[in-house]
């Protein structure tokens, strides 16, 4: 069976703190990995991660996924209050179908 | 339009009542999907249109729920007899690309509560 894991369920930190997001899978075949932020509703798209060892980087976010060990990991470095959010890992797999990890909850404390 | 629109943005109904939420996608997205979330929790897939290819019906969760979407325009989804169960959000995506790596367009979603 097909499925997304993520980790932690809820991360609660400090500005200025780093903050890394785990997201592992088991998928029949394999596209892509994405990465989301839903703040309030509409969860808006981060990352689309197709090859292993390749970093994707915007402002003071990055990831990078793992072919061979099944993961992403979602780095924020210098957290601030507008980064609390939830953070969502899907994968497209063959064929049309995204599958979706619960989402790691993350709290930017001031 | 711009982006994936959805209405209503917030239902509030009555136990048994029927609903029917609607989902307009980004012109020229072949494909369309309905995701529910409840409160706390990740996205549950319920139905995936493409084209006028036959939809894949895999994740409605009971015959309660239904779906349709004409040609590649808009879509709506129809709760029977609701339940308290149901309340969630509904989320509506669309997407270009179609068994390509292309990502997901999120419409705000429909906010579902049964009382």
């Known amino acids: 069976e097909d499925k997304v894991v993520q980790s932690p369920l809820s991360l609660v930190v400090h500005e200025g703190d780093t903050v890394t997001l785990n997201c592992s899978y088991e998928?029949?075949?394999?596209?892509?990995l994405l990465w989301y932020k839903q703040e309030k509703k509409a969860p808006t798209f981060l990352f689309m991660l197709t090859s292993s060892g390749i970093e994707k980087k915007s402002g003071r976010l990055s990831s990078i996924l793992d072919k061979k060990e099944l993961f992403s990991i979602l780095n924020i470095t210098a957290t601030q209050t507008g980064d609390s959010a939830i953070y969502l890992c899907?994968?497209?797999?063959?064929?049309?179908?995204?599958?979706f990890g619960t989402g790691t909850s993350l709290t930017v404390i001031p | 339009g711009a982006g994936v629109s959805q209405s209503p943005s917030n239902k509030v109904t009555e136990k048994g009542k029927d609903v029917e939420l609607r989902c307009d996608p980004i012109s020229g997205h072949t494909a369309l999907y309905w995701y529910r979330q409840r409160l706390g929790q990740g996205l549950e897939f319920l139905i995936y249109?493409?084209?006028?290819?036959?939809?894949?019906k895999s994740g409605l969760p009971s015959d309660r729920f239904s779906a349709e979407r004409t040609g590649e325009s808009v879509s709506t989804l129809t709760i029977q007899r609701t339940q308290q169960e149901d309340s969630a959000v509904y989320l509506c995506a669309s997407s270009r690309f179609v068994g390509r790596a292309g990502e997901l367009f999120f419409g705000e979603g429909s906010r579902l509560t049964v009382l």
């Open positions: 899907a994968v497209a797999p063959g064929g049309n179908q995204f599958y």
């Open positions: 249109f493409q084209g006028n290819s036959a939809p894949d």
């Open positions: 998928v029949t075949n394999f596209r892509s």
